[in-house]
């Protein structure tokens, strides 16, 4: 199978996305609710896709900014594709990450399978080359994950409830922080401003 183009995964039963005044999914035993600080979560796209990539560096800066949030990012590559793309893309900094190879906190979360317009619309592809061109950030090599997952990011209180959900409506989609800040009723930091998060 060419593994620049792999087939799309058997269909997989997901639970309602979390609307915003639900109590959160698990995230499993790393990460409970309530929790000692707000969380952030971030589903990626698969280790490789420069969507994933700009999403993780962004997310990056955002976990040391905001100290007073827990940052949880949720690969769905292997453990060992997902630690060598850590290294690749910078590290991890403050981000905790979980990989979820199996997707099933994916599903639990209400993030299932897109369609083949999701992952190659001629918008996604432009975005991609845009990315490339502008910042450096191409498609790696992909081994494990699927083109086809949907990812999303949230935002959680302290008491474990959900209070920002943005399942990501294309492949380019990239998480919008300042929102979460908002969501969660955080001020904005001068370093979160200076590192064009706000």
């Known amino acids: 199978m060419d593994q620049r183009y792999p087939s799309r995964p058997q269909a997989l039963s997901v639970q309602p996305v979390p609307e915003v005044g639900d109590r959160a999914p698990s995230l499993g035993r790393d990460v409970r609710f309530p929790s000692d600080r707000p969380v952030v979560v971030?589903?990626?796209?698969?280790?490789?896709?420069?969507?994933?990539?700009?999403?993780?560096?962004?997310?990056?800066?955002?976990?040391t900014d905001h100290p007073e949030i827990r940052c949880v990012a949720v690969s769905q590559s292997s453990t060992q594709e997902t630690d060598a793309w850590i290294i690749e893309v910078g590290g991890e900094w403050e981000v905790h990450v979980i990989?979820?190879?199996?997707?099933?906190?994916?599903?639990?979360?209400?993030?299932?399978?897109?369609?083949?317009?999701?992952?190659?619309?001629?918008?996604?592809?432009?975005?991609?080359v845009k990315l490339g061109k502008e910042e450096g950030i191409w498609n790696r090599e992909q081994q494990t994950g699927s083109r086809f997952q949907q990812g999303g990011a949230f935002a959680v209180d302290s008491s474990g409830f959900v209070r920002w959900a943005k399942p990501a409506q294309t492949a380019e989609e990239i998480p919008n922080f300042k929102e979460a800040l908002r969501a969660l009723r955080l001020p904005l930091t001068a370093r979160t401003k200076r590192n064009g998060l706000a």
Do not use: I, M, N
């Not at 990626?44 to 955002?62: D, I, N, S």
């Not at 979820?100 to 996604?124: H, M, R, V």
């Open 99 to 128: 990989v979820d190879e199996s997707l099933d906190l994916f599903k639990l979360w209400g993030l299932g399978q897109t369609s083949t317009w999701y992952a190659y619309s001629p918008w996604t592809v432009w975005s991609a």
């Open 42 to 63: 971030v589903f990626l796209r698969h280790c490789g896709c420069p969507f994933a990539e700009k999403t993780f560096k962004t997310f990056t800066k955002f976990s």
